[in-house]
């Protein structure tokens, strides 16, 4: 069976390297690990910390067989599009699903995936948020009332772990949800050197500081000497599009639900600073991720019509042998793309600008436009 994971390596840890050695002491040496790998954005609103090639790179060199990247328009999504995008991808792949959560439990999760799904919810829920409670608060207190624990979505990976559950019932997936225990804080500020949080290493790579030891050997000398991107590197270029935008554009960006957009309107042409706007924009009903995915939609022209269209290619950024095997067994339909490829749809015109733009994150010096017509697949023989 091959088994797929929806990630985004940001970066590449030991903590996703134990994954992978799960997955194989699990279903054997033979089972086929592919990836769904974040481009060069990621899900948080931020430009990824290094470039998607590199990540992909140091993935296939510490298990992965295969990497395809999952498009921008669903790394920036919601915790539910992003799942429903991974899952949508992979479902062609895979006949399994591993994914880490601070309860491993299976029929829980499968529980509350059914019961966010069923005609009870819906109107739960919009009770709670008139009361003007946060989206994740209502929804933990919508489940509540239905006699589940709301306790299970506290917690980042639970929350991903569901919606990708979701997505399987949802789209009908042939993939079977496989959850494993995710040790240590998603959000630890401070690197464990067993099971580092992708935070903590990325505000240790800002610092300057040496990240190898809480790296598999292999992913430390890919990313050695690597290129940073942060989003502070980027911020007048960030700024010069939000104080250019004209209101129409700001109606249509995605996430602007409930006069949301209005506000970040208002916000950009009275703040001085990124972390200014997306703190003014904040409050107890809007998450701070909601904001950053907003602001980086902004930048990358990314409309609320563009983030809900369905995806139609989807790129291959590394493989080995046996990855090559599975891509070729299904890649006959077109809707896999090499890295660097022209495709005949709009989006790839979008992908250029993009690609393009991330290179103004870089810090130091910008990257140069025009790299992403020059991607090759990497191929580890």
Not at 22 to 51: L, W
Not at 108 to 135: H, W
């Amino acid at each position: 069976m091959n088994v797929g994971i929806v990630c985004e390596y940001n970066p590449f840890h030991r903590g996703h390297w134990k994954q992978m050695n799960t997955i194989r002491e699990k279903f054997g040496a033979e089972t086929g690990i592919i990836c769904a790998m974040s481009g060069n954005y990621v899900q948080r609103g931020h430009p990824a910390v290094f470039d998607k090639t590199l990540r992909a790179e140091a993935a296939l060199r510490c298990g992965a067989d295969l990497v395809v990247e999952l498009p921008v328009t669903a790394a920036l999504s919601s915790a539910e599009g992003f799942a429903s995008g991974g899952v949508a991808v992979l479902s062609r792949l895979c006949g399994g699903l591993c994914f880490g959560a601070e309860t491993a439990d299976l029929s829980l999760l499968q529980n509350t995936a059914q019961a966010l799904l069923s005609g009870d919810f819906p109107p739960l829920l919009r009770r709670e948020l008139d009361k003007g409670r946060s989206f994740p608060a209502a929804r933990q207190a919508a489940l509540e009332e239905m006699g589940l624990s709301g306790e299970i979505l506290g917690s980042p990976n639970n929350i991903l772990a569901v919606e990708y559950c979701k997505a399987i019932l949802r789209q009908h997936s042939p993939m079977k949800p496989l959850p494993i225990f995710r040790a240590g804080s998603y959000h630890a500020e401070k690197a464990d050197p067993e099971n580092p949080s992708a935070t903590s290493l990325r505000l240790l790579l800002q610092d300057g500081s040496d990240i190898s030891e809480y790296l598999p050997e292999a992913a430390g000398q890919v990313f050695a000497g690597a290129p940073i991107h942060t989003l502070r590197a980027g911020e007048r270029a960030v700024l010069g599009r939000l104080r250019t935008m004209t209101d129409a554009e700001f109606e249509a960006l995605p996430f602007g639900s409930e006069g949301l957009w209005r506000k970040l309107m208002h916000e950009s042409r009275k703040q001085a600073t990124v972390e200014d706007i997306a703190a003014a924009v904040k409050s107890k009903r809007y998450t701070r991720s909601r904001i950053d995915r907003m602001i980086l939609c902004a930048f990358l022209g990314i409309t609320d019509e563009m983030l809900n269209m369905e995806i139609p290619y989807v790129r291959v950024l590394a493989f080995n042998g046996r990855g090559r095997v599975i891509l070729n067994s299904v890649k006959k339909d077109g809707f896999f793309v090499n890295a660097g490829q022209a495709a005949a749809y709009p989006l790839w015109e979008m992908e250029q600008k993009w690609e393009d733009l991330y290179g103004l994150f870089q810090t130091g010096i910008p990257g140069q436009p025009g790299a992403a017509k020059n991607n090759r697949v990497f191929y580890l023989h």
